[in-house]
């Protein structure tokens, strides 16, 4: 069993030192990996890993992920292997299929169907390993250099597709909402994660044992309260119950001794020992993270 990372995934920032302060703070609460987004009117993804390196000592830097239509696989590869130089090998590089059709809209890119953005995810994974295994292709002479590649999804493809090329296959445990143009997510129960996780799998073979498993926490409340925070979180979540709310993979509830034994068996259940986090709750889940070093 793969002992846990965590990631913190990192809002924009109005200045270099306001940037400069969340990397280093994220650092100095333990966090393994500084993760941005690719969304439009957020900080490029980039240029913002190479600024948190620089400010980092050791803390590994990923993006998370990108939206694959944003990007030329040719041009995309530049960004990598620079980024990747720049930040002394500490890049991870996470690719999804975009889920905001109004990014797609604004970028004068054609939203199309579930089947067609997977189409360009798995062109786009396939090019850039491709082209990361023979940097000469595009006239660089350094030797070949590939950091990990997360593969983020939810659906029967993108699973399959994050089971033959990825080495970290992160788990969404949410769907769009049917009609949102916003990116509005509906989280998934925990027996729908389980029914994913089988049969990334499945599909996996041999290889599951070898792709780590990230799943990001889309709330963390640390309270001796647990089951009125539950009931409250499923009035804003009325597809859900508060018992399956609890139960989610995307939620953490409870003190911090609790959340910490929600991982150890959120880990036995879904091999999920790579969990990331909102900003928003760096600080509160540094006791977390604290209890279950080394582990």
Not at 75 to 99: A, I, K, P, Q
Not at 189 to 214: H, L, P, S, W
Not at 280 to 290: G, I, Q
Request: hydrophobic share 40%.
């Amino acid at each position: 069993m793969r002992k846990f990372r965590f990631g913190v995934n990192l809002n924009s920032a109005t200045s270099h030192q306001e940037w400069t302060d969340k990397c280093r703070a994220a650092e100095s609460h333990g966090f393994d990996v500084l993760t941005v987004p690719d969304h439009l009117g957020v900080q490029a993804p980039f240029p913002a890993l190479v600024a948190a390196a620089a400010v980092t000592e050791s803390v590994r830097v990923s993006t998370f992920v990108l939206n694959s239509a944003f990007w030329n696989p040719v041009l995309l590869t530049r960004e990598v292997m620079t980024t990747d130089r720049l930040t002394d090998r500490r890049l991870e590089v996470g690719l999804g299929t975009g889920y905001v059709r109004s990014e797609f809209d604004k970028a004068g890119l054609d939203w199309g169907t579930a089947g067609s953005r997977v189409d360009g995810l798995e062109r786009t994974a396939a090019e850039l390993t491709r082209l990361l295994a023979n940097p000469r292709e595009l006239g660089d002479t350094q030797p070949p250099s590939r950091p990990p590649l997360l593969i983020g999804g939810n659906g029967d493809r993108v699973l399959g597709l994050a089971a033959r090329h990825a080495d970290i296959a992160a788990f969404t445990g949410a769907v769009l909402k049917r009609g949102a143009t916003r990116g509005t997510l509906q989280l998934l129960d925990a027996d729908t994660v389980a029914e994913r996780v089988a049969y990334f799998e499945k599909v996996a073979g041999d290889r599951a044992c070898e792709i780590e498993r990230n799943i990001l926490v889309q709330a963390v409340v640390v309270t001796d309260r647990r089951r009125e925070a539950a009931e409250t979180l499923s009035r804003r979540m009325p597809h859900l119950t508060a018992d399956q709310v609890t139960d989610a993979p995307t939620v953490l509830i409870g003190t911090a001794k609790e959340i910490a034994e929600q991982l150890l068996e959120r880990r036995e259940r879904y091999g999920f020992s790579y969990v990331s986090v909102h900003e928003s709750a760096m600080t509160e889940f540094t006791p977390v993270m604290e209890s279950l070093s080394g582990q």
